[in-house]
């Protein structure tokens, strides 16, 4: 019965989502105080990032890889994506420092287990897809702090130590954790019943951390949002023109320069950014830019619509 539950949010994702910031913003606007949820967040984003993780081929990452695909996704990620959202922020967001902040770490936070599921869908290079993950993740870890000082420094503080150690809680931890739980569970059940029974359940609780995620957020920001509802609109059109950049600039780069497969698999490792990740460290570190959490719970919608979208017109835009 709850897995069937889980499996009904996941089919329609984007309907689940849509409800839990409707219900967000009801039970935030009509009770008084509910700043506990904020200790809600890191939790559900573990809960989030850890099942999907158990999913990993980690000896896949030990097998030679698409030096040229590996690249070239990094660079999208790492030099053409934060560019183009710092430029969005400059501006769309002159005044506010706290949403340019939250688009650009959106930029710079690329991938997440979605990644790997889109790839799987699409019939993309799953292996190349992992990768992606685990570089991204970890190169993200390492640029955040140096970007946000250089680009935005002079406006917010930044606690670098924080940062690292909010990221290493989030992805380092359950990583080593998911690898552990995949070899017990290996080791305990076979190859054979856990990738066929066990391994297809862990996935459902991640998508259940997301909507969570989503809820809370718009219940933590739901007084600011009635006040006015005009900041969503404010937040839609550079949220449009960053995921558009997104969706279209590895469209044509994986149509030029690689097959099939691999075209699929940078697509869905620049298309798909890490944001639960993004609003642990708005909440936790950068508590008074929280207002670019509610900017990222946006986000979660558009993302994917069109992660859903991408993955429908593979099949024949990549041919």
Known sequence: MFFNLLAYIKKYLIYSILIAMVLGVVVGYFINDVSILKKAILPLTIMMVYPMMVTLKFSSLLQKGNIKLQVVTQLINFIVFPIIAFGIGIIFFKDSSALRLGLLLMSLLPTSGMTISWTVMSKGNVSEAIRMVVIGLLLGSLLIPVYITVLLGSEVDVPVLEIVYQILLVVIVPLVVAFLTQ???????????????????FPLFSILGVVLIIFTIM??????????????????????????????IPLFIGKKFF????????????????????????????????????????????????????????????N
């Open 183 to 201: 070899f017990l569970l290996r080791k305990k059940y076979g190859d054979e019943k856990f990738n066929k029974s066990i391994k297809p359940k």
């Open 219 to 248: 219940t933590l920001k739901a007084k600011i949002l009635v006040k006015d509802p005009t900041i969503i609109l404010e937040m839609i059109i550079p949220l449009i023109l960053f995921y558009g950049a997104t969706f279209f």
């Open 259 to 318: 097959n099939k497969e691999d075209a699929i698999a940078l697509s869905n490792g620049t298309l798909v950014r890490n944001l639960s990740l993004a609003i642990v460290i708005i909440v936790s570190v950068f508590p008074g830019s929280s207002i670019a959490a509610l900017m990222i719970a946006i986000a979660y919608v558009i993302q994917v619509q069109l992660a859903a979208f991408n993955s429908k017109i593979s099949a024949t835009i990549y």
